[in-house]
């Protein structure tokens, strides 16, 4: 029986190489190498092409090499089989540093004392606010918004969730879906964490962010989206930062990605851009857990991250 | 009876109304008000003028308004009294958010992202280590440095702790005076909390820099001095960086602050300046302690963060 390893255009070696330590009685097939469909009975995929994946009759499973499956949605012809995300501690802990340094930085006027030191000027604003009065919501509390919502309640931020369900941490106060404007209007610092789903495309737009708290400590709501780049409409971010309905962003993640070099983010003075590395994926990490799943798959027992299809995450 | 005030560059009137308001029946008198040196009690004070604490026969004791005592002993007639310093948690937790943000900035190369920003680059410098990668070391374990340590192992990475006595966090290592190099030879960032004593000044120098690890997965060591100014050698800091003995830093104080215009520190492109912001004193937070510890003197009790005149902290 072979696994077909299908990375889009990402480098597949990495992944080749350790799954073929943890399944060395194994093909790995690397797409487009030469395989027989009906050997193939899981898929490791990252942005497979479509209708690829309906070619393998056997097929048992899909694995996603990354938290988000939404990729994988893409194919019209997906066929219904298991799939799973990878849930990761590793892939996890990566982001919440990525989301506590743009918070703390949003917080801490880092671009204002980078513009002073470039001007040579020692000045301090007196009257930054403490962490205990910067109201940060982070919206979607899965695997990543929780860990995220914890740790930067730890660092001292009055913290709330909204999860489509309203099901989010112990002791903090986590919004549903009918309470979305009661959350935004609490909200200084917007954390996006959500899955790119039917229902979440598009969600961060202008509408949205004019329901964010108008009269918070930091001048101005302030949006964090190290979610998918679906999730929001670019020109709406810029028009609301250009009118004050947004006073800062940092985007990990945009609608087309590589960002072309003519976006106006790349000189926006209140943005900060970095190519889509908030969480990379661990090799070693991620392909253990896919190893793990698929020997649990294998043996009939029910694996971790089992995607639905109807929500789409 | 009376409560001086003599808050040296600061304005003191933040302090006069909150006290005035926890002591409506004693005089507030801030130096150099007309007092009767006789009535003065307790003296509330950030970088007194030397000499001018011995003026007063019946002083009881004298509180500094910030964590740091070392602007007191700069006064060689330091009267022989209790010296009291503030310990609070707001403070506490604005220095951990700074030292926070600053580790995560230099882990996460932000300064790297924002160059490529503003080169409109679109470059993912895959192998970003993971928290559990780097090895922070805090040096100075009092309430500063273990809250601050605390919170990076939260953040998941791999802390240790350096404190005189060796005393530190459950569960953490945490070295003493004797193993200052094997504590330095085991870290890639120094976050440094230390208060300012006969011996420590200076202690962060181009030999303490020699002593880090050379082999982490940040290219090399990273200083972040949130403590005092006099902790350590600017020259020697600048040389360090120009052999890559260090590769960065985050300073917040200096030898001599304001930081002179002509400093190199200001337009180094791997050292991020602020003007002693990290932990900026609340007035009103402030103030609530030492009205408390002023009134525990008076009833006879003993007060918190009482310093050792040996020690100096």
Redesign the interface.
Known sequence: VSILLATGSWDPSPWRERLARHFPDRQIAVWPDVVYPSEVEHAVCWRPEPGLLSRFPNLKAIHSLGAGVDHLFADPDLPNVTIVRVIDP?LT??M???V??NV??H??Q?LT??E???A?L?????G?P???DIRVGVMGMGELGRDAAW?LQ???YDVAGWSRSGEGLDGMDTYSAADLDEFLARTDILVVLLPLTASTRGILNRDLFSKLARHGRLGGPVLINAGRGGLQVDADILSALADGILMAASLDVFET???P?S?PF??HPRV??????AA?S?AEAVSAFIARQIRTIDGGGTPQGVVDRVDGY
């Not at 020692?122 to 007196?126: F, G, M, N, R, S």
């Not at 900060?272 to 590395?277: G, N």
Request: aromatic share 8%.
């Open positions: 590793d802990n990566r919440s540093e990525w506590a340094l703390l930085l917080h801490r880092t004392f980078l002073q030191q470039r040579r020692w000045k301090d604003p007196i930054t403490a962490a205990r740790k730890i660092l001292g990605e590589p960002l070099a976006s790349w000189n900060l851009v970095t190519p889509h590395v990379e661990d």
